[in-house]
């Protein structure tokens, strides 16, 4: 099973960081754009909220069709149709085709996505996620770091175009891989009976609750169920459409206000957008108590570690992302550096992102995810108190040790809660696990953008201009700094309140109880060392 689980992981890099390459190149490569498409601000704007939209709205339901019809199926269709859409883009004769295209390379980015994390805990065993999560992590930090040093180098030499035919090869070759390999099911599979009172007799069977009728298929059982990247699911994995649509239409609206929120500020539009959010939600979750199939099953939060490891990412990213806008602000508005100077000054905290995600995987192994993830949020509440630090007199040597930091903790986190989640998430609902984390993953920095306005907004002494091309709120250097202190300590209390959900995570001696409790259900036998007792 080795070199099937090394080609799976090597697939789920390989989507993680395309998608990663997409969104960062794309943001230095949109001026050429906007210039050579004779587009206004706001058109070239809906060409990363257009991908936002569709993606965000849709990851959850894609990580559903993914346990219905197998992970590898829906990651391969997923990067195809994002490979064939890049090349679309690069082709495309006008903005209103940028935009559309956008939208579509949304579609299939959002059936790869949760599909990454769900090959992942089909291939592995739940023991065994931490190495290939923590591998993950790093490589998108290398493709964050990477990002606009490539999409400046395409951007300047070849034109914006060149961006998107960046990963058109890699893509397409790891969805013709994603089709034809096939990889075993570890052997750690749950069996679907409740926990057993007393020994067995031999062959004797639990009691899992209703049984199959006669002509029926049995029930899947441990070694023998279908594989899991490829072939339908049984019928009890249901598409629950209606609350697709209901989940959708709340997330579309949440994520169209808040990217709004830092351009308009808090509107009219702002409050309708909130209230849609909340019909829609309220709506989704009537649905989702009434309904037979739900589209998130219970079992997914029937583990008491899924829901705090969900709420560690949104707290996480959104006290990053928030401190990330604010420091991009500084560096360019304040201390007037260019935009290459401005990512050197940034470039340790994809640095960190990158050597940080191994040792989390070690600190997670031998302290706890509980351990290990408070450790991680107490670094980024940190660093972001450091950052709000800074004035106009501040040393690059001052400004790398934030963002140092700041890659560290976050590194650590995100490593730590994504393994929580894919972990204790069923195995017959993997890809709603890697939806809802990737949905956590797009709705925190949102979050975080838009309170990191708000706040700056409340605190600035002198009302904010605005840029002569639209570009969003202009602050004299002295306002922003005086504001900039105040905003990035909030977001540090945002960062602190995630160490109170990372202390809601499984100890160290709950998941080894937890571990042996599996090996005891399933039948393995725990490999003891050698050696004199």
């Not at 749950?190 to 199959?212: A, L, S, T, V």
């Not at 279908?226 to 989940?247: E, Y």
């Not at 219970?298 to 928030?322: E, K």
């Not at 994504?418 to 809802?436: E, M, N």
Request: charged letters at 15%.
């Amino acid at each position: 099973m080795g070199r099937h689980q090394h080609l799976t992981l090597a697939g789920s890099i390989t989507g993680a960081v395309i998608v990663a390459l997409d969104g960062t190149v794309l943001t230095v490569a949109q001026p050429t754009m906007q210039r050579d498409l004779n587009a206004s601000f706001t058109q070239v704007q809906w060409t990363s909220t257009g991908y936002l939209i569709a993606v965000a709205s849709l990851l959850v339901f894609s990580g559903r069709l993914g346990d219905r019809y197998g992970h590898q199926r829906i990651f391969a269709i997923g990067m195809l149709g994002f490979a064939a859409a890049s090349a679309a883009i690069g082709l495309a004769p006008g903005v209103g085709w940028v935009i559309g295209l956008r939208v579509a390379q949304g579609v299939f980015g959002a059936l790869l996505q949760p599909a990454t994390l769900g090959m992942l805990r089909a291939a592995y065993p739940r023991d065994q996620l931490g190495r290939p999560i923590a591998l993950r992590t790093s490589a998108i930090g290398a493709a964050a770091a990477a990002g606009p040093v490539v999409g400046g180098a395409l951007a300047a030499h070849w034109g914006w175009r060149a961006v998107f035919f960046l990963g058109v090869v890699p893509a397409l070759a790891a969805g013709a891989l994603a089709l034809v390999v096939r990889v075993p099911e570890p052997d750690d599979r749950e069996p679907r009976c409740p926990e057993r009172k007393g020994p067995e007799r031999k062959g004797q069977e639990p009691e899992p609750g209703p049984g199959p009728e006669p002509g029926q298929e049995p029930e899947r059982r441990p070694g023998r169920a279908p594989h899991p990247g490829h072939g339908p699911k049984p019928d009890h994995v249901r598409l629950d459409l209606p609350g697709a649509c209901l989940l959708a239409a709340a997330l579309a609206c949440l994520v169209h206000t808040l990217v709004g929120i830092p351009e308009s500020g808090w509107t009219a539009a702002t409050g309708l957008g909130l209230a849609a959010v909340t019909a829609a939600g309220g709506a989704f979750v009537r649905h989702e108590r009434r309904t037979a199939s739900p589209l998130v099953p219970p079992s997914v939060f029937r583990s008491a570690a899924v829901a705090p490891a969900l709420g560690v990412l949104v707290a996480a990213s959104a006290a990053l992302f928030g401190a990330l806008f604010l420091g991009t602000y500084f560096l360019q508005d304040v201390l007037a550096l260019d935009p290459l100077q401005c990512g050197l000054r940034v470039l340790p905290l994809a640095v960190m992102m990158v050597l940080s995600a191994p040792v989390s995987a070690v600190l997670m192994r031998r302290q706890g995810a509980r351990r290990t993830a408070v450790a991680g949020m107490a670094l980024l509440a940190l660093g972001i108190l450091l950052l709000s630090r800074l004035d106009q007199g501040s040393t690059a040597v001052a400004i790398g040790g934030c963002f140092l930091v700041l890659g560290a903790g976050f590194g650590t986190v995100m490593v730590t809660a994504t393994a929580v989640v894919v972990r204790h998430a069923p195995l017959d609902a993997a890809g709603v696990a890697g939806g809802l984390q990737q949905t956590a993953m797009n709705i925190g920095p949102a979050l975080g953008v838009a309170a990191a306005t708000m706040l700056m907004t409340l605190s600035t002494p002198a009302p904010a201009t605005t840029r002569a091309s639209g570009a969003g709120p202009r602050w004299t250097g002295d306002a922003f700094t005086s504001a900039m202190g105040p905003t990035l300590v909030a977001l540090a209390a945002v960062a602190a309140a995630g160490t109170l959900l990372a202390a809601g995570l499984p100890s160290h001696r709950t998941e080894k109880a937890g571990q042996k409790k599996r090996d005891g259900m399933s039948g393995r036998t725990p490999v003891r060392a050698k050696g004199p007792r």
